[in-house]
């Protein structure tokens, strides 16, 4: 199986949309691996006076470090520009280079959040043009079927890991009691026990795959 530790070095972004995504789509990879340094991002929701102290004291627990942005997340969810979601994530991340960058998939987690649509896209095509500097991209690899089921991990993936019982505990833990999400609710019963994620080794590879999901 594919692991984090054939990444040369330790330097890991993850970027995600909301304060919470960090945790259902890799948290488990996060808490596997203590030692490596991880930086954070979240584009959203750092004016919500619930979520946004919860992401830090999650950054606190995780031993990383990480920063969070307030770009628009309204109900309605109109599409964004892309080059404001590209000047958002800039800002956020350091201007460093990375080992590995994980985010979403341009066809999201599942039916639908264009947050989730437009952080993938975004990221892909900052690789792309070096704005980001990484070895590796990885993005979620995660589908619910058109709705018709909570949002599993893709098996056809190119990194599938079912996590060790004591890691998804505290990966739930972390949904249920510092998120505080109540049992029964989409993100308890989501919090998937295996992670999954789409593998790019190129900034090119990733624009095909990016250019195959808008298609």
């Given at each position: 199986?594919?692991?984090?530790?054939?990444?040369?070095?330790?330097?890991?972004a993850v970027i995600v949309a909301h304060p919470d995504d960090e945790i259902l789509w890799c948290g488990?990879?996060?808490l596997k691996y203590p030692k490596h340094n991880w930086y954070i991002i979240s584009l959203c929701r750092r004016s919500d006076p619930d979520?946004?102290?919860?992401?830090y004291?999650?950054?606190?627990?995780?031993?990383a470090q990480g920063d969070i942005g307030d770009m628009d997340d309204g109900p309605e969810q109109f599409s964004l520009e892309e080059e404001e979601v590209k000047r958002i994530i800039l800002e956020l991340l350091p201007a460093q280079s990375f080992d590995l960058v994980i985010t979403h998939d341009p066809a999201g987690e599942y039916t639908r959040h264009k947050r989730h649509e437009e952080t993938g896209t975004a990221v892909i095509?900052?690789?792309?043009?070096?704005?980001?500097?990484?070895?590796?991209?990885w993005t979620f690899a995660y589908e619910d079927g058109g709705k018709k089921y909570y949002p599993k991990a893709i098996e056809s993936?190119?990194?599938?890991?079912?996590?060790?019982?004591a890691i998804w505990e505290m990966k739930f833990k972390l949904i249920t009691e510092i998120y505080g999400f109540e049992p029964g609710?989409?993100?308890?019963?989501?919090t998937p026990r295996t992670e999954a994620f789409w593998r790019f080794k190129k900034p090119e590879e990733g624009l095909k795959w990016l250019k195959r999901s808008q298609a």
């Open positions: 199986m594919n692991s984090i530790l054939n990444i040369p070095g330790k330097e890991v488990g990879l996060i979520r946004a102290p919860k992401f004291k999650v950054l606190e627990l995780l031993k095509k900052l690789w792309n043009i070096n704005a980001i500097r990484t070895i590796e991209l993936a190119s990194i599938l890991e079912s996590l060790p019982e609710s989409f993100e308890a019963e989501t």
